[in-house]
């Protein structure tokens, strides 16, 4: 067995180990935790906090930075990924989806997700949007990380969980994440947008 097939078998069993931990009230907290809008909150009040006292127009390039950072994120996991790699995801991938659990949709069909998978676009959002954030709040809240890093993982598990993502789709999607808000913090450094 080569690395890459080693890489891949393991892949596929921590699927199914995540995937197989199901249960009615998983299902519905992993649909919410997945949900697009459920980090916002979070966000909200950390950014009300940080700037509180603090220049309005500070708080709109951050605000800006911040929905660049995502907006580069889901562009590059896309169209440098998803459509390049064009892996399927394990939803729909027919050698393992039938022993797959999924949950069901408001329509009351299984929620598979779009067709490819790699890198998954949850994942390389809010990687970069978390440390972006974090980037621009650690001075002051250092411990911020320890929350940000829970609300995060919780995320990219529930893709997991849900069945439409590979653990190596997350982790991928995490270090593209992470990677586009360094260089986003390094160039609001190096032009002084953010003080």
């Not at 699927?15 to 909200?44: C, E, H, Q, R, T």
Request: proline fraction near 4%; glycine fraction near 6%; charge should be positive.
């Amino acid at each position: 067995m080569t690395f890459l097939e080693r890489i891949e078998s393991f892949d596929h069993q921590l699927l199914m180990l995540v995937n197989s931990a199901n249960s009615p009230f998983l299902d519905d907290f992993m649909w919410i935790v997945s949900s697009k809008l459920f980090g916002i909150p979070f966000y909200l009040i950390f950014l009300y906090i940080l700037f509180k006292n603090k220049p309005i127009k500070q708080l709109l390039i951050c605000v800006l930075l911040l929905i660049v950072a995502v907006g580069l994120a889901d562009l590059t996991a896309k169209y440098c990924f998803k459509e390049v790699f064009e892996r399927y995801r394990p939803s729909h991938n027919l050698a393992i989806k039938d022993q797959l659990h999924f949950v069901l949709n408001a329509n009351g069909l299984p929620y598979i997700g779009g067709k490819f998978g790699f890198v998954s676009s949850h994942a390389c959002n809010m990687f970069a949007l978390t440390f972006l954030f974090y980037r621009f709040i650690k001075e002051k809240y250092p411990k911020a990380i320890w929350l940000l890093l829970f609300l995060v993982l919780l995320i990219i598990y529930s893709r997991v969980y849900l069945g439409v993502h590979y653990p190596s789709d997350v982790i991928a999607g995490g270090v593209i994440g992470v990677f586009i808000a360094q260089f986003l913090y390094y160039l609001s450094l190096e032009f002084k947008w953010v003080k």
